[in-house]
């Protein structure tokens, strides 16, 4: 019944018995390691709905937008369809999104790689209180960023590191531009890496 007002409210009600079968298939078949991936994909779709998405530079840039849950090699453990930002998702969607996402994985010092739509200290701080760790790049106006870290003036190839009393580790570093990166794993350590032509190079660190 397309009239039924509950659909307002639940626009998954006819597909979530479906979606629901899908992930306990796809989850009773594998056990994740330790290593996860959060990201969203595009379902390609042309059709008339009210949270058909339009994302430019995507492969299909029309379609119905999923958040993944992905383990080494792609595997997709679990997913979430997104229905538009007035649906059940309204308010911080970016960190509701990954904690139902990983909902079950706590408490496995799992280390969740994500993109800078998620990244945030606020979450990183609250995954590592379920025992989850959270590593990824940062946008420069994501909330209870460090002030420090952000306004830093770097010359190329210098790091600055600042760490938080909750363990969270921000940084960063000036290549060609300047980019920040939010890690609850790693310190301000860094390693030589080889570099075209055989040379190693090793970037001078600035942690005050």
């Known amino acids: 019944d397309n009239d039924d007002p509950l659909l307002e409210n639940d626009r998954l009600r006819k597909l979530y ?3 629901k079968i899908l992930v306990e298939r796809f989850q009773d078949v594998y056990t994740p390691e330790q290593k996860l991936c959060i990201d969203e994909t595009m379902a390609p779709f042309r059709g008339r709905l009210r949270f058909r998405q339009y994302i430019k530079n995507k492969r299909h840039e029309f379609g119905i937008k999923v958040y993944k849950l992905c383990c080494d090699g792609g595997y997709t453990y679990n ?3 997104y229905c538009g930002s007035d649906g059940v998702q309204a308010g911080q ?3 509701n999104v990954v904690l139902y996402l990983i909902d079950g994985l706590f408490s496995s010092d799992r280390q969740l790689y994500t993109d800078n739509y ?3 200290v606020s979450l990183a701080t609250a995954l590592l209180d379920k025992k989850a760790h959270l590593i990824g790049t940062l946008r420069s106006d994501s909330k209870y960023n460090p ?3 952000v306004q830093k003036k770097l010359k190329a190839k210098k790091l600055f590191a600042q760490e938080s009393e909750t363990e969270v580790v921000v940084l960063k570093w000036r290549g060609k531009w300047d980019v920040l990166m939010l890690s609850a794993v790693h310190k301000d350590d860094l390693k030589q890496v080889k570099q075209r032509g055989g040379e ?5 660190v600035v942690v005050d």
């Open 17 to 19: 018995p479906l979606i």
């Open 79 to 81: 997913l979430q369809v």
């Open 200 to 204: 190693t190079d090793k970037p001078e």
């Open 93 to 95: 969607a970016f960190a």
């Open 147 to 149: 002030k420090e870290a």
């Open 118 to 120: 998620y990244t945030c």
